[in-house]
């Protein structure tokens, strides 16, 4: 799987949008872009994935570049409770192979 | 919400003893897998299973063991628990049809 490159943390306003990045630069073509986050020590939690379109569900919004080396993650109104570590991860969907966390973006919503 | 269960949620535990964390899933899903995590660190992967009788070891080396002989029930086990050990231990499956890993609530483990 390709390797994703994440800032070590990002600070949010409350109720403005919250843009996390990653940069997956050798990702492969029929590799998928995953978003996980983890808050407090919970077990982490599934948000979104996509391959090449932009997705939007009822938690985030994925944008992925039209060379698909980067993409965003978008929390459009982070309220306090999103305050977490977000995982991006780059993996062949339906795979057999594990997810592998990386160490991910500390993201704090400050009120 | 996904159906994946760990027991114990808190367990401290004296040098030696031998202990079982326990994982179960309702929802059919053959792939499953166990993390381990220090605080504030990252997730590695220690172990996994593709389906029942089939286990694997993860990226980080772990002296714990794993059996999968049901589909719902994956428990890792330790023969003698050191202070080394202390960590958080989370389970987390994967179903076939909807390619996203559903993780436990974690079992924090102090060996004194």
């Not at chain 2, 929802?27 to 593709?50: A, F, N, R, V």
Request: charged share 20%.
């Amino acid at each position: 799987d390709a390797k994703t490159t994440q800032p070590p943390s990002m600070d949010c306003a409350e109720g403005r949008a919250a843009n996390l990045p990653c940069n997956h630069s050798t990702i492969s073509g029929n590799e998928y872009v995953y978003w996980y986050r983890q808050i407090h020590s919970q077990g982490p939690q599934y948000i979104i994935h996509g391959l090449k379109n932009n997705e939007t569900n009822e938690m985030a919004s994925l944008i992925i570049t039209e060379d698909r080396k980067s993409s965003t993650l978008i929390l459009p109104h982070a309220t306090l409770r999103d305050t977490a570590v977000y995982y991006c991860i780059v993996r062949v969907d339906s795979g057999n192979t594990p997810l592998v966390f990386g160490k991910g973006t500390r993201l704090s919503v400050i009120a | 919400e996904a159906d994946i269960y760990q027991t114990p949620r808190y367990l401290v535990i004296g040098t030696g003893k031998k202990i079982t964390l326990e994982c179960s899933q309702t929802m059919g899903h053959d792939k499953m897998y166990w993390y381990q995590q220090d605080p504030g660190m990252e997730l590695h992967l220690i172990h996994y299973s593709y389906g029942v009788n089939s286990t694997e070891k993860g990226d980080l080396s772990s002296e714990s063991t794993v059996s999968r002989i049901r589909t719902e029930h994956f428990p890792l086990t330790l023969e003698s628990a050191r202070p080394s050990h202390t960590s958080q231990y989370l389970c987390a499956s994967r179903g076939q049809v909807v390619d996203t890993q559903y993780f436990g609530p974690g079992t924090r483990l102090t060996v004194l």
